[in-house]
Nanobody, 127 residues
Framework: QVQLVESGGGLVQAGDSLRLSCAAS????????MGWFRRIPGKEREFVAA????????YYADSVQGRFTISRDNTKNTVYLQMNILTPEDTAVYYC????????????????????WGQGTQVTVSS
């Protein structure tokens, strides 16, 4: 069992940057693949990025590739999402998620793969 708590959301202007954090409870953080998803009102939850257990491998949605960076610090039980060059289309509630796994991280791009979810943090980008 792991509990996830996101933070770092807020209101920014287009072109700005923001860093989200997701703190996990428990001693087994390093055994979990971690992902970030987002939900825009009226739409399905959308994959953003995933990172392997060690942090060596990452995978991104095309819409954020080159602008967002996922990283993790297993000593702090925390995963991050650095978001640069934000646009109004990035406005959403952002969720982190976790699951155990050993497949290539690109496999874990669907929400159905994840067992644990945070409560979400709102990101609003004004034009």
């Amino acid at each position: 069992q792991v509990q996830l708590v996101e933070s770092g959301g807020g209101l920014v202007q287009a072109g700005d940057s923001l860093r989200l954090s997701c703190a996990a409870s428990g001693r087994t953080f390093g055994t979990y693949v971690m992902g970030w998803f987002r939900r825009i009102p009226g739409k399905e939850r959308e994959f953003v990025a995933a990172i392997s257990r060690s942090g060596e491998s990452t995978y991104y949605a095309d819409s954020v590739q080159g602008r967002f960076t996922i990283s993790r610090d297993n000593t702090k039980n925390t995963v991050y999402l650095q978001m640069n060059i934000l646009t109004p289309e990035d406005t959403a509630v952002y969720y982190c998620a976790a699951r155990g796994g050993g497949f290539p991280v690109s496999v874990y791009s669907g929400p159905e793969w994840y067992n644990y979810w945070g409560q979400g943090t709102q990101v609003t980008v004004s034009s």
